[in-house]
């Protein structure tokens, strides 16, 4: 839950004075879903103990986003921008299925990349208000898994849990994509997201107890798995101020 909070603050600080600094001056907000690729998007659970995320291999679900971005003109059809969006993907739903144990309180991890860019958009073509443009970014993602559970009991007398906490990462991020505009005020738009590698790391905590004789937590155990890297396509919405 910890590395929840530090996103949502994150989040929360990185729009907010986007929105506060940028509007009225090209600032648009944008909304969508987003499908991943690629190494992000396969896995079973095989691939996945209770409460270890096998890197490399994430199993996400098709998830969605939401940003700002400010667009400034440059140069005749080149303009430049700066964005900020959230993205946020969970584990498919065959996954989620076959990790829920009878009679065991079971949370899974779910991503969330915050991709913070700067770039230059393109007008390829505009006919009597509405423009076909095309773009590409740079800038830095902010990865955050958040923290995944398993709490089981035997009978009456056993019981025992473990949490992982994940820790926030940062990587170099990038961004492609293109789309249409109406009347200067909507757009949509069909982009190709790769967020970049990072290794997944964080710390585990394990309790438990027998009868009531034997319990407590254990100290928590740092753990460094393989790199996850998030890749997707996402197709959205946006409104032009």
Do not use: C
């Amino acid at each position: 839950m910890k590395n929840v909070k530090k996103t949502i603050a994150l989040v929360a600080v990185i729009m907010g004075v986007s929105t506060v600094s940028l509007a009225q001056n090209g600032l648009s907000v944008r909304a969508g879903g987003n499908f991943p690729v690629g190494t992000f998007a396969q896995g079973k659970i095989t691939d996945l103990a209770l409460n270890s995320l096998k890197s490399e291999l994430g199993g996400a679900a098709t998830g969605f986003n939401v940003g700002v971005k400010y667009q400034l003109g440059l140069l005749g059809d080149l303009s430049a921008f700066a964005s900020a969006d959230l993205f946020y993907n969970g584990l498919k739903s065959d996954i989620k299925e076959a990790m829920q144990v009878d009679g065991a309180d079971v949370v899974v991890p779910a991503y969330m990349n915050i991709p913070v860019m700067v770039g230059a958009n393109y007008t390829i073509l505009d006919i009597i208000g509405t423009t076909l443009w095309a773009e590409a970014g740079i800038g830095v993602n902010f990865r955050n898994i958040t923290s995944s559970t398993f709490a089981a009991a035997v009978g009456s007398l056993v019981s025992g849990s473990t949490e992982s906490d994940y820790d926030l990462s940062t990587s170099f991020a990038w961004q492609v994509g293109v789309g249409v505009s109406v009347s200067s005020k909507v757009s949509l738009g069909l982009h190709y997201y790769g967020f970049g590698a990072a290794d997944v790391r964080g710390e585990q905590t394990a309790s438990g107890n027998l009868g009531g004789l034997i319990g407590g937590a254990t100290k928590p155990i740092d753990f460094t798995l393989g790199k996850l890297n998030p890749s997707m396509v996402v197709i959205r919405l946006g409104y032009h101020f």
